[in-house]
């Protein structure tokens, strides 16, 4: 055991010197605060990545199997459209029925399920109104914007006063331990900057609209209270997740960036993207975007209850080195693939629905790319409970006795593909309204 470790530490420090020609990505002027935040992410990387990823799949197919077990006295509450709610997955099933969830709104916090579960944001912190939709100063944010928020250091639950449309001017750079919560509010951030999560963990962005995103010139951008930093331009993601950990992204309404709507890249780990809507985008989640980076191997993340609907191209998502658990996801006609890999990731896909377009050279869910047909059937790309329509299919791959094997004899698989629609049912930004089921 304690060899094992002495083996992690030094991959670790060999990582991060891998890391250091890397840190100057959308960064012009590395110095030594943007140095030591990427040696701390590194530290939380080797913290938080599970090596055994397959018992935080299955503890993910245990909510969902739980969750179905109490289907009778959930079908006994009507949907949202009778005023009522109508909690389809585990773990919408964790608050959305509750009618003080605005007086209680860290409690979101302990509903994380996958590779996110630790993901606790502003938890515990005070909660901070943003009440002005503007951006206006990159270097002296304005008290009240949503950028003057996110630079500050201690926990935050941040929400919003009222309905608002945000264009940021330049990418919106998030501190750790941080909480960007839209119910109540319909929240668009839009026609600018996207999110830049950058060497930070504990982040959690729930319920808003973010869509029609560009590149951004960059320049002097303050990024804490206490440093402002020269930044290159910026990729035009919607939401970019940087050698980060701990970061729960859920209930996202997003389209239409000029990059991709998430890109998780430089070692970046413990992530679930859950209850999201994608559309009308090319490129929709990379995981992983260096062939030479070979930290992603810690790469984990959980893409569950989600919709991939139509005008979508590829990418839902692509994966390099790492291990993506995808569960209970609605695919809807997808323009080239939806699972794509390089560099021979894991990829456990159960229980989705795969849609495909009536393009006869788009049938395949799965592309392998930058390989020999012989590598990539090592790969280890599994499903299971997967529903298949209108010619689609799933190319799987790796030897059947490397096959992942769950660690519990009892361990339940998740919910068929046949119900993917009714679990997705409510996929992307809420209404919500205080002192009603959302």
Known sequence: MQMELAKLRLF?????????????????????????????????????????????????????????????????????ESGQCEATNPIDNCWRCKENWAENRQALAGCALGFGIKATGGKGGKIYEVTDPSDNDMENPKVGTLRHAVIQKEPLWIIFAKDMNIKLQQELIVQGKKTIDGRGANVHIANGAGFMLQFVQNVIIHGIHIHNISPRSGGMIRDSVDHVGKRGQSDGDAVSIFGSSNIWLDHLTLSQAHDGLIDAIQASTAITISNCHFSKHDKAILLGASDTFTEDKKMQVTVAFNRFDKGLVQRMPCVRFGFAHVVNNDYNQWEMYAIGGLKGPTILSQGNRFFASDNQNAKEVTKRMNCSPEEGKSWIWRSEGDVFLNGAYFNSSGDPKKQIEYQMDDVIKPKSGTEVERITKFAGALVCKPGQKC
């Open 12 to 80: 670790f420090l060999f990582s991060f010197a891998a890391l250091i020609p890397c840190l100057s990505a959308n960064i012009s002027e590395v110095d030594e605060v943007w140095r030591r935040r990427a040696e701390e992410a590194m530290q939380t990387t080797e913290q938080y990545y599970d090596p055994n990823p397959v018992a935080i799949a299955s503890h993910l197919n245990m909510k969902v199997q739980d969750l179905s077990k109490q289907t009778a006295a959930r079908r006994g509450l009507l949907n949202a």
